[in-house]
C-alpha cells in the first residue's frame, strides 16, 4: 500500500522558517522523482518544488526561489521541503508527490499523492 506522509506544517510569523516531511513507503523510493505543491484557498494547486531520484536534479518554482530548499534521504525514505523566510503568501496545504520521472513530477502528473499538511503564516 502506497503512503506519502507529510508533517511539520503549522503557524509560523512572517520571517520564520518551518520544514516540512514526506515519509514514504509501499513503492521503490529510490527510483523515483519527488515533489511538493501547495494549494492556497480559492486557488489552483502550483508546483512548489522537485528532485530528482538521485538528487542530482532540482527545480524550485520562482516565487520560492532562495527561500525553499527540497531534499531527499534516500535511507530514511523521506523528503524534505525546507522553508526559509516564509511570506503570508506562502500559507497553503503542502502536499508531497511522487512519479519515476522528474519531468513529470514538476509537471503535476504524479502517480502518487499525499493527504497535505497545512502551512499558515501570519503577518
Known sequence: QVQLVESGGGLVQAGGSLRLSCAASGFT????AMG???QAPGKEREFVAAISWSAVDTKHADA?????????????NTVYLQMNSLKPEDTA???CAAHPTFSAVVA???SYWGQGTQVTVSS
Open 93 to 95: 496545504v503542502y502536499y
Open 108 to 110: 503535476g502528473s504524479s
Open 29 to 32: 523510493f529510490g527510483s523515483y
Open 36 to 38: 511538493w505543491f501547495r
Open 64 to 76: 520560492v526561489k532562495s527561500r525553499f530548499t527540497i531534499s531527499r534521504d534516500s535511507a530514511k
